[in-house]
């Protein structure tokens, strides 16, 4: 545990941060952990005390975090960073009656003593794909989280992309226990090189259809009527 006791004078805000410091995410809470202590020295106030605790990978692991946190006392608990460790966490931080911060991008987490404080990424792609409309754009591709969160974004991106008249070329989901997603990105880059091939051959053949329509126009006799 990554844990130190905090004073127990009165008068002390005691926040709970429930982040993963170990597992796949690690990178990821150690930058927001960070994130954080940096806000609170910026802030200098004194009686705001963060106590951290390592969420790791499972909701087993968050809730066993959320378990030491309130015995510390915690008054309010900022994460966990996914949907899973959300509600797992969620009856125990409720019946406790410490309200959650949850940093999961996740909206549908949200619930009585949840709130959701994570980027909502479905306004930007419909930002983004308009753009994309106005420079001229005709296909597009996506690269999304192979969960609930992403299964919206999909749903956006449908949406979207018949509103825009663009055409999907591929979508490809990537796991969210990885920060390794050279594979998933390998079959985008693979779907875009077969798309142009498929462009290229497709005009060569029309190419050739309409020199062949006017050599049949050229050579064709009239119909003969049977008598």
């Given at each position: 545990s990554k844990t130190s006791t905090p004073p127990k004078n009165a008068g002390f805000l005691r926040v709970g941060v429930l982040l993963p410091q170990s597992g796949p995410l690690e990178a990821i809470g150690d930058q927001l952990v960070q994130a954080a202590k940096l806000s609170v020295y910026q802030l200098n106030q004194p009686q705001l005390v963060l106590q951290f605790e390592d969420a790791g990978s499972t909701e087993q692991e968050a809730k066993e975090?959320?378990?030491r946190l309130l015995q510390l006392g915690?008054?309010?608990i900022l994460g966990p960073l996914t949907a899973d460790q959300t509600n797992a966490i969620a009856g125990l931080t409720r019946r406790a009656n410490v309200p959650v911060l949850s940093l999961?991008?996740?909206?549908?987490?949200a619930q009585a003593g949840v709130s959701v404080l994570g980027h909502q990424p479905t306004n930007e792609i419909s930002a983004l794909l308009n753009y994309a409309a106005s420079t001229g754009a005709q296909t597009i591709a996506a690269l999304v989280p192979a969960n609930g969160v992403g299964q919206e974004m999909?749903?956006?991106?449908q949406t979207q992309a018949q509103n825009q008249g663009l055409t999907i070329q591929r979508i490809v989901t990537y796991p969210t226990n990885t920060t390794n997603i050279n594979a998933q990105l390998k079959q985008l880059i693979q779907a875009d090189?077969?798309?142009k091939l498929l462009?290229?051959?497709?005009?060569?053949l029309e190419a050739?259809?309409?020199q062949l329509g006017l050599s049949l126009i050229h050579i064709s006799e009239p119909t003969r009527r049977t008598p």
């Open positions: 975090a959320t378990r915690v008054e309010v999961s991008n996740n909206p549908k987490v999909i749903q956006t991106i090189a077969a798309a462009a290229q051959e497709k005009a060569e050739e259809h309409a």
